[in-house]
């Protein structure tokens, strides 16, 4: 499997800090100033306040495994050598939740409450996709 | 989460009426597109009810591109007109507005015309550019899918509980000589061994696209006793919405927001006791499971155990649900066919899938836009 070949984000004026960090290993979600919870994907304002009150702040890179999905369908042409794959709904230990992949372990060994962290092995392009293995 | 006022009375109770009803064959039509397919329902509406074109004074459009040119196919200039998003949740929220316009005086006769050619245009649910498709997420079905390997960890529920659903909606498109997958029938092995689509879910949980069209004619419920067929009134309609990460799969199920649409029992004034039968927007079928849950037909959690020994079967269950097959089984025309299938029941017109005595039947939605509607013969 490749990360080379998936489909590309498309970036945008929100969530290009995001994007850049992942380059340097780094995860970043926004934080809001007024309540301090986190949220994700990356927008111009707090939904808790609906103000632009927020700061980027580096996630601990640590949650759980919420829910998972394993697609047997393909839908992207670059993922096709992949399939079946698995799909992880993760809950950040700062609250967002992230939608990413299992790595480094197989889906049957997937447990709904596992510790997971996160890892940058690569992506499209000069891209770093985010992706969630044991905790480590 | 706030619930629509309970205890005030609904001023829309039984005040519009669906007057006409109009469906397509659904199937693959190459040789129409979504305009050919809305005239013909809305024709077929029009026939039903006993109005021109010309009378019609309101139009709400969905899923066919454009309402000006459909308006200017169907020679219809009306004074309330609008197209509504794709997503089928706005089936009922369409009925809604098309009510509140008659309610309110804004239109006399309004034509709701649903038209899609999805399957012959090869539409695909899921690819293209999203949030999450650089890790491969997307379909409204994987969301279904996530959520259900959720709710089976969180109440112990299994893929197999799905398989009743699957069974009893295609048990009434055997029934339905229209319906795309009448004569074809399935077991509970059939739905379990089906192939995996996105696991947990597997094709036997997914609804079947189509081309085809749907048109409603509304009305107030004083015009529609003039027209040729029995008027079937709009007793009751809650909604609540919940847009909290619309771009993840809800981590409620919608469990908040589909409970607080147990209002439309009061803003009907009929409680669960008088409905004989349910329309359930069965886009997959977890979302049966969700809407059965939320409206309290069962306790969270237990919609397995309730569904289990066909409790949605004509004939056999206290709740029969989507007579015409649905969308698992019939066509997914995105609630439009589900709600002129609860109209159906209401005047008889269903033959071997008719429920006896059907006197009112309830609509649900589960989606980020919760809705439920209560529909009632007049007297």
């Known amino acids: 499997m490749s990360l080379e070949n998936r489909p590309k984000p498309v970036i945008d004026n929100w969530n290009r800090p995001f994007f850049e960090a992942a380059k340097n290993d780094k995860l970043l979600v926004q934080k809001c100033r007024d309540t301090g919870q986190c949220f994700f994907p990356p927008a111009p304002v707090s939904p808790f306040t609906g103000r632009p009150h927020w700061d980027w702040i580096e996630a601990s890179g640590k949650g759980e495994l919420w829910s998972f999905v394993v697609f047997y369908q393909s839908y992207f042409e670059g993922m096709k050598d992949e399939l079946p794959y698995p799909v992880g709904m993760v809950k950040l230990a700062e609250g967002p939740f992230m939608l990413t992949n299992l790595w480094d372990m197989s889906p049957d060994e997937a447990v709904i409450g596992m ?18 293995g044991p905790e480590e | 989460m706030n619930a629509p006022s309970i205890s005030s009375p609904w001023p829309l109770r039984d005040k519009v009426a669906f007057a006409g009803i109009g469906t397509t064959r659904y199937g693959s039509f190459p040789e129409t597109d979504s305009y050919g397919l809305g005239c013909e329902a809305l024709n077929i509406a029009l026939e039903d009810c006993g109005l021109k074109p010309g009378d019609i004074d309101g139009l709400i459009v969905s899923r066919i591109p454009s309402y000006e040119r459909f308006a200017e196919i169907m020679g219809i200039n009306p004074q309330f007109c609008l197209l509504t998003e794709t997503a089928g949740r706005f089936s009922g929220v ?11 005086g804004a239109a006399k006769y309004v034509a709701l015309v649903y038209g899609n050619n999805g399957r012959s245009v090869r539409m695909r649910y899921g690819g293209g550019d999203s949030q999450w498709s650089p ?43 229209d319906a795309v997958m009448h004569g074809r029938p399935i077991s509970l092995l059939d739905h379990d061994r089906s192939r995996p689509i996105c696991e947990p879910l597997q094709l036997l949980d997914y609804c079947l696209i189509n081309d085809g069209a749907v048109a409603w004619i509304m009305t107030t419920a004083e015009r529609a006793r003039d027209l040729k067929r029995p008027p079937v009134l709009l007793s009751g309609y809650a909604r609540q919405d919940n847009f909290t990460y619309r771009t993840s799969p809800p981590d409620d199920f919608w469990y908040p927001s589909l409970s607080a649409t147990r209002s439309v029992y009061d803003r009907a004034g009929i409680g669960r006791e008088d409905i004989q039968g349910l329309g359930i927007y069965d886009n997959f079928s977890p979302t049966v499971m969700f809407s059965l849950e939320g409206l309290g037909f069962c306790k969270q959690g ?8 066909g409790t949605l079967q004509l004939g056999t269950g206290r709740w029969p649900t989507n007579t015409s097959g649905g969308h698992l089984s019939d066509s997914y025309m995105q609630g439009w066919g589900i709600i002129a299938e609860c109209v159906r029941q209401l005047r008889d017109d269903c033959g071997d899938r008719q429920i006896p005595n059907a006197q009112a039947m309830q609509y649900i939605c589960a989606t980020n836009i919760a809705q439920s509607a209560i529909l009632r013969r007049a007297a």
């Not at chain 2, 369409?94 to 309110?104: C, G, K």
């Open chain 1, 115 to 132: 510790k997971l962290s996160v890892r940058f092995p690569g992506g499209p392009g000069d891209l770093v996709l985010p992706q969630f």
């Open chain 2, 94 to 104: 369409s009925m809604a507005l098309a009510a509140n316009a008659l309610y309110s």
């Open chain 2, 135 to 177: 890790w491969g997420m997307t379909s409204p079905g994987a969301i279904h899918a996530m959520m259900w390997r959720r709710h089976m960890h969180e109440f112990g529920t299994t893929h197999a509980d799905l398989g009743p659903v699957a069974t009893a909606f295609r048990h009434h498109a055997c029934l339905n000589p």
């Open chain 2, 302 to 309: 237990e919609s397995g155990d309730f569904v289990r020994d």
